[in-house]
Structure formats: C-alpha cells, structure tokens
C-alpha cells in the first residue's frame, strides 16, 4: 500500500510541476529571463553570496554554462562576479539590489498567477497542503546539494 502511494505521489509531483511551470510560465519574458537565469537568481535570494561552480551544479549545467549565464545577469546589473583573494580561480556571485528587486517580483507575480487557482481550494484544503509541503520539505531538507556559502 505504501509503494502504491509513493508512486501516485511521483506521479501527482510530475503533473504539479508541469501545471506550475505552465501557469507561471510566460511571467519571466516580460523581465527579459529564461527560466535558468531565474533559476540562478533564485539560488542567490535563498542561498546568499555563492561559488560560481555552486550555482553551476544547482542547476545542473556546465561551469562554461553558467559563465554565460553570469556574463548576461552581470550586463543586466542583476549580480556581480568577485575573485576570491584566496584563489583566484574561485568566483564569487552576489545578487545585487535590483537583482533581489527583480527576482522577488518574478516571484510574486508567479505566485499571483497560481494563488487564482489555488482560491479554487477549501481553506480545510489549504491548510491540508500547507501541512503536507511542511512534512515534505522537512524530509527532504537533508538532501539539498552542496553548500554555497561564501569562502572567507
């Protein structure tokens, strides 16, 4: 019964997270950002200052990759890119303030697109999902990759 469940959750997870990408999906254009990019900013809001190679593995890319993608948020004036005093092949990247204005804006106008559906759901409903998404992140937390704290 248990292995009947864990499957419909992976198969349930898979559609939720098509439905999410799909509601959400044409708010990150407007701000001139591939999903990735955003990706990468979100990394940095959550995460803080990080190792290029950090962000690179997060979201499962090259560091040639991520280089790119650094060169375009840097020209946009969303990060910056520092060498690290200590070795200089380490790449140190911060969200700047209007990178931290733009991904929180992206965020919320993600959320405000799914929070119309998600009105659709019994307030019992909703404090059902809270509890699951609680309990879930709390078993999943000991599996978040790698750390991206800066190196001192």
Avoid at 8 to 14: A, G, Q, R
Avoid at 16 to 27: E, L
Wanted: aromatic share 6%.
């Amino acid at each position: 019964m248990k292995e009947q469940h864990l499957n419909s959750i992976k198969d349930l997870l898979e559609v939720f997270f098509y439905n999410v990408k799909c509601a959400a999906q044409d708010i990150g254009p407007e701000y001139n950002l591939a999903d990735g990019q955003i990706f990468l900013l979100y990394i940095l809001w959550k995460s803080g200052t990080c190792k290029a190679t950090f962000l690179a593995d997060q979201i499962g890319i090259t560091s040639g990759a991520v280089t790119g993608m650094m060169d375009k948020l840097a020209g946009m004036g969303l990060i910056t890119r520092e060498r690290s005093e200590k070795d200089r092949r380490v790449v140190m990247v911060t969200l700047t303030g209007e990178g931290l204005k733009t991904i929180q804006a992206v965020q919320d106008a993600r959320f405000e697109r799914l929070k119309g559906q998600l009105r659709e759901l019994s307030g019992a409903e909703l404090a059902q999902a809270v509890a699951a998404f609680e309990k879930m992140n709390g078993v999943l937390k000991p599996c978040v990759r790698g750390s991206g704290a800066a190196v001192g």
